[in-house]
């Protein structure tokens, strides 16, 4: 399976890194719709475009107003955008009220109920994060496979979410403070570096990609790679517009 790293920062974009937006193009999923949004067309393959919101804060769904965009050249595909009911009607309320943005893209609004079946047999299941207003992360599984995408979170290895990511063969997690930051951290729904490579080796993940960096660190390392390492070897830093396959 293909992942692509659409949008790998949190808050606001900079010159190098988009907001949360990341895309598996065999099966047209989106997992969050943030300012790397605007990329997903390029590699867009499917006649469905399934976008799941972790939450409605504005840097992970302020992407779907480039929806117009994202699919020119692009006919006939049908959009379903996947969220708790309360954050999809928070969107429509507010994101497309007729006086922020008057045009409403075309699309299907599908309230997380149950689990939802994948293309390639897959399936994807959703669990609550603890983050201001609420968040939910996701798993996604096939007989060969499986991921997890979990952001905006406080990570912590007494946390749910720990179990329900367990044995994945890839963990992407959000990282947006180094070590010491740690009071902001849970304040504000965020992680430091050293508790999510806990949780990693704690859940028994194969790899570990570490997305939603502070935009503001400006540094080529803000999280402190090497200290993460020596917990979970198998630790990276997503960039923007790379693909790996697990």
Known sequence: MHL???GTTGYHPTDHRQTACLMLPEIGVVLDAGTGMFRVGRFLETSTLDIFLTHSHLDHVIGLTYLFSVLAGHKHVAVRVHGQADKLQAIRDHLFA???????????????????????????????????????GYRLDWADRSMAYVTDTTADLQAEYADRIRGVDLLVHECYFADGAEALAQSTGHSCATPVAQVARAAGVRRLMLVHIDPTADSPDPVGLEQMRAIFPQTEMARDGQ???F
């Open 98 to 136: 007729t006086p922020i943005f008057p045009a409403m893209p075309s699309m299907t609004w599908q309230p997380l109920t149950e689990d939802v079946s994948l293309q390639s047999n897959g399936r994807l299941t959703w669990f609550p994060l603890d983050h201001p207003g609420g968040s939910v």
């Open 4 to 6: 692509r790293f659409l």
């Open 243 to 245: 693909a790996i396959d």
